[in-house]
């Protein structure tokens, strides 16, 4: 009974380059969110997907953050252009149904030089 | 928005010691959950509790929905137990955390 799975663990990129985050929910879950972490802070909302469908974005920054939930296959949160900013941990979550009790896999570190 | 506060900030505890954590909110939620960030940053889901009272372990948590607080009890701390307690509350929109508690344990 595989919970939320993330890959990779830890992704390092230079500034410019091109940055995908991958999100398997849990086995029957056709609910997904992520989240950012910057460091010391607490855990932020980005994004809320349904299979083919953003629900909410209104944590997504407006420009280079583009998120996705195929039909088949993971979530895919998509940073373009990275900056040092981008920097943090990137944590996906799913859900049976909406809004409701949340499973967080292990995150994406992003270190961007 | 709804917003999200807890306390203490930092705990120092020695081992064995008991433990109170507080999360107040600002509105109506009906998912509140507790989290434990370890020192490897990985999230583990300690309870959903939008209401009432459970129980796991030498963990307990209570939920006064109608007063708008919630509560993390750690009993006989073991230094396993340091991290960081984030708790997270909704109310059909997206979770939103609190900034934590940082517990430290010490043998």
């Known amino acids: 009974n595989a919970g939320v799975m993330q890959n990779p663990r830890h992704l390092v990129r230079r500034r410019g380059q091109e940055a995908r985050l991958r999100c398997s929910p849990m086995?029957?879950?056709?609910?997904v969110y992520w989240y950012r972490q910057l460091p010391e802070e607490g855990l932020k909302f980005m994004v809320y997907l349904q299979k083919e469908n953003i629900i909410d974005e209104s944590g997504m920054p407006k420009e280079r953050f583009s998120a996705e939930f195929p039909k088949e296959g993971p979530s895919i949160l998509r940073i373009q252009q990275v900056v040092r900013g981008d920097s943090a941990a990137y944590f996906c979550?799913?859900?049976?149904?909406?809004?409701?009790?949340?499973?967080f896999g292990a995150g994406t570190r992003l270190s961007v030089l | 928005g709804i917003q999200v506060e807890q306390s203490p900030p930092d705990l120092i505890l020695q081992e064995g010691a008991n433990s109170t954590l507080r999360c107040n909110f600002s509105d109506s939620v009906n998912n509140l959950q507790w989290f434990h960030q370890n020192p490897w940053g990985q999230l583990i889901n300690l309870f959903y509790?939008?209401?009432g009272t459970k129980q796991n372990g030498r963990l307990s948590a209570t939920t006064v929905a109608t007063e708008r607080y919630s509560l993390l009890y750690i009993s006989s701390s073991q230094t396993t137990d340091s991290g960081v307690y984030f708790c997270?509350?909704?109310?059909?929109?997206?979770?939103?955390f609190g900034k934590g508690t940082r517990l430290s344990v010490i043998a």
């Open positions: 509790i939008p209401s």
């Open positions: 086995k029957g879950h056709s609910h």
């Open positions: 979550a799913s859900s049976p149904t909406g809004w409701n009790i949340q499973y």
């Open positions: 997270a509350v909704s109310g059909n929109t997206p979770l939103v």
